[in-house]
């Protein structure tokens, strides 16, 4: 629950969740298991306590006969993408291959979130290294000077 209010990490940790979403529900369909089946399934696999637990309300109403979209929506984590694709997908019949393609979108844009990210920390623990090892440097330094100094 934390992960997903931290700012910077938020959008890459929803988009993540979303990709192994539906990844897994869209290998499951293809492989036969029933959505309610694939649900309990990935409801062990999504990573996050606070998503699990929302998952439980989400699959009690699709047992319920609500559809898959309108429960997804009511979870508040999956993006409008997602859900427009669900809707889509249950509505032509080809679910699986629906949210493959999304999986595969949403995979590429981690993979470019995180690519974005690590160009920003590189610099920043460069800088963090240049002051350690001047605080490093005059903390031997100094003494010797003062030495220096007191001796002449």
Request: net charge negative; aromatic share 4%.
């Amino acid at each position: 629950a934390f992960k997903l209010k931290l700012p910077l990490v938020n959008d890459t940790i929803t988009k993540s969740i979303t990709a192994r979403f539906a990844r897994s529900l869209s290998i499951l369909l293809k492989s036969g298991i029933t959505v309610v089946g694939a649900m309990d399934i990935i409801h062990n696999l999504i990573g996050n306590r606070e998503v699990e637990r929302r998952f439980e309300d989400c699959i009690e109403d699709i047992r319920e006969g609500k559809g898959i979209a309108s429960p997804l929506i009511k979870l508040g984590i999956f993006p409008p993408l997602l859900i427009h694709m669900v809707s889509v997908g249950e509505s032509t019949g080809e679910l699986d291959e629906m949210l493959a393609r999304t999986a595969g979108f949403f995979d590429e844009d981690v993979e470019e979130a995180i690519a974005r990210m690590t160009m920003l920390i590189e610099p920043a623990l460069i800088i963090l290294m240049a002051v350690v090892v001047g605080g490093v440097i005059l903390s031997v330094m100094l003494p010797m000077i003062s030495i220096l100094s007191a001796v002449q």
